[in-house]
């Protein structure tokens, strides 16, 4: 988000009158409808429907399909009652005509609702006029009234709204402009990011089975929060590496097995402040199938946006969280490739602009993401270099390069090339790839992969998640234990590497929903492990060498202990991956070890339901009540 702008809540911006506001055509009114209602999009893109009252005049308007308008005098309208802080009776707009608009905002389904009263204004714009934003504007609070006591309530704290801190007309303006911009998130950021997580445990619950490798760490761990451990913050260059012990016993075995956490605690850049110069690229998919929907992964009918459509959107989203000390530039590609904008300051580029050049691009021809990469990587030798400056290029498409692929060594070589130039390259998948077969691409410093199965991850990714595509915060990350314990599990994924270390990462990117991305990692250690040795060694981006030693010891006497919640819930999400993983394969024994006569797997997931359940129980971790219903409707346990 840019500077200076202010997000609002999910809700949307505050109640008031709007003016003014740019707005396109989707659907002529139904003029016999009691509401009229008039689908369309703001001139970020963003869906609206305005709805009129029986005496507005907007409802004789010949409004065309398609076509650009300026609305005055709108009504962002609350859904629910305000009501006297003297006397509890409800209240009522002091304008008869606000309060026609808010009595049928109150009739609908959900809001608020804007809605065009007897002072509604329409004009129509010119061919190119739209292009331009609406130059100041004003949201004007509802003034509401007591019939009971005769107390008139002139801000909106007074009555208890949720538009308590919006005490005047300039405030409601920026929040309102801001919303409808698009830049509206959800309250803590979490909406995406759960939107996103839900897909794998949405389509286990509605009767698929997934193949296994599509059962990650990550999708098994995204919807739930671990503690960070960071000593001094503004100390940090890049990682802060902390340890925690567990011995647990295993439902299924019966024994019991010790784990030891490691928590990188990859620091995040302060956007405001201390993240370096961003000169990016984005080389975007046009080929004929981004003309599609998102493939549901559960089999149903795919539904509206397109991917472009999608991309679009996500892309505006990125540019409303840069600012003036960044460049960014767009490069197009199908069979060929094309610049649609030079890299330039962000002063030249705003994310209105992108929207209505992306708006005009009809996807077609077949995909060639090299010809993209090419064409996006000329444009950083079009450019004078800046010292600080992250140099990257992001590639949008739904083909991605995969370990499989004839191609996947010639892409790695590509980017071992242009991150000898300082240049890295991060790839965003569109729809349902496996994101481990797209690893082989990771093994080049700098590079990251991400995937995208709907639009709401897309989103999530370019908006809550950007830092965890676009800078990395450590290279050449090696993590081991000593002689004296003895690996028998390590829960994280590793780039190729001549060292025998546990984990081997070439690069470190912020926690997020990349394959780069890396914040924790839990180690199973053998029964005879005494102690635990850690050893973590790692280049932060400017090329400082850091060390950490940490240990942990697990000679506490018998019976089951865990240093912290987190780590408790680290290795009962571990257990139940292990289990998802073994249905979807099939297997009995979910490796925990072979039997002459396994159990069925039915029996297996119900007692690895009722340990979530004793959990559950013990962290207070609500998360897992959703895993919990996967493992009863994959078991039948009741």
């Not at 009229?36 to 507005?56: C, D, I, K, N």
């Not at 962002?76 to 707009?93: F, I, K, S, V, Y």
């Not at 809001?111 to 509604?120: K, N, Y």
């Not at 005009?360 to 270099?385: E, I, K, Q, S, Y």
């Amino acid at each position: 988000m840019a500077a200076g702008t202010t997000a609002t809540g999910g809700s949307g911006p505050p109640v008031g009158t709007v003016a003014p506001l740019w707005f396109r055509v989707a659907d002529a009114v139904d003029s016999g409808s009691r509401v009229a209602p008039l689908r369309g999009e703001t001139q970020s893109g963003r869906p609206l429907r305005v709805l009129f009252t029986s005496s507005s005049p907007g409802r004789d308007v010949a409004w065309e399909p398609g076509a650009w308008y300026e609305l005055r005098n709108l009504v962002h309208a609350p859904r629910h009652r305000r009501h006297c802080p003297d006397c509890g009776a409800a209240l009522t707009a002091t304008d008869d005509a606000v309060q026609e608009a808010v009595g049928l905002a109150r009739d609908r389904e959900s809001g608020p609702q804007f809605v065009g009263t007897a002072t509604f204004e329409a004009t129509r714009l010119g061919p190119t006029e739209w292009l331009t934003p609406p130059d100041g504007g004003d949201v004007e609070p509802i003034r509401w009234g007591c019939r009971s006591c005769g107390r008139v309530l002139e801000t909106a704290h007074e009555c208890g709204s949720d538009d308590a801190d919006a005490v005047d007309s300039e405030t409601l303006s920026g929040r309102v402009h801001a919303a409808l911009a698009g830049a509206a998130a959800s309250p803590s950021g979490d909406a995406d990011r759960l939107a996103a997580a839900e897909s794998l445990r949405t389509r286990i619950r509605r009767g698929a089975r997934p193949d296994a490798e599509d059962v990650t760490l990550a999708a098994v761990r995204s919807p739930y929060e671990f503690e960070t451990t960071v000593p001094d913050p503004t100390t940090l260059s890049s990682l802060s590496p902390t340890v925690a012990g567990a011995v647990s016993t295993n439902p299924l075995t019966g024994g019991p097995e010790r784990f030891c956490a490691v928590t990188l605690n990859p620091r995040a850049f302060d956007w405001a402040r201390q993240r370096p110069s961003l000169d990016l690229v984005v080389a975007v998919d046009i080929s004929g199938s981004m003309a599609a929907p998102f493939e549901p992964a559960d089999g149903t009918a795919a539904s509206a946006p397109s991917k472009l459509d999608a991309v679009r959107d996500a892309l505006a989203g990125v540019v409303e969280r840069l600012d003036s000390t960044d460049r960014v530039g767009v490069v197009l590609f199908d069979t060929n490739a094309s610049v649609l904008k030079p890299l330039q300051p962000l002063t030249e580029t705003t994310d209105e602009s992108l929207r209505c050049h992306l708006a005009g691009v009809v996807p077609a021809g077949n995909t060639n993401p090299m010809a993209g990469l090419r064409r996006a990587g000329a444009l950083f030798d079009d450019a004078t270099g800046r010292a600080d400056t992250e140099r990257r290029v992001v590639l949008v498409s739904d083909t991605v390069p995969t370990t499989d692929g004839a191609s996947a060594g010639q892409y790695r070589d590509y980017c071992g090339a242009y991150r000898r130039r300082g240049v890295g390259i991060s790839f965003v998948g569109l729809g349902f790839h496996d994101v481990g077969a797209t690893r082989a691409l990771c093994g080049e410093a700098g590079t990251n992969v991400a995937v995208a199965p709907d639009p709401a991850a897309l989103a999530a990714l370019c908006r809550r998640h950007l830092d965890s595509v676009l800078f990395p915060v450590a290279l050449d990350l090696d993590i081991d234990v000593g002689p004296g314990a003895e690996l028998t599990d390590v829960a994280a994924a590793s780039d190729p590497s001549a060292d025998d270390s546990a984990v081997h990462r070439e690069t470190v990117f912020p926690a997020g929903p990349t394959a780069q991305s890396l914040d924790r990692v839990l180690l199973g250690l053998s029964a005879a492990s005494d102690s635990a040795d850690v050893r973590v060694t790692w280049t932060d981006r400017y090329g400082d060498s850091h060390e950490r030693s940490l240990s942990v010891a697990y000679d506490r006497g018998p019976g089951e202990w865990f240093d912290t919640d987190s780590v408790r819930t680290d290795v009962a999400l571990h257990r139940y991956l292990r289990g998802l993983q073994a249905w979807c394969r099939g297997d009995a024994t979910d490796g925990a070890r072979a039997s002459a006569a396994p159990e069925p797997q039915s029996t297996r997931l119900a007692r690895l339901r009722r340990y979530l359940v004793e959990e559950r129980a013990a962290t207070g971790v609500d998360q897992f009540d959703t895993d919990i219903e996967v493992l009863r409707a994959i078991s039948g346990d009741s």
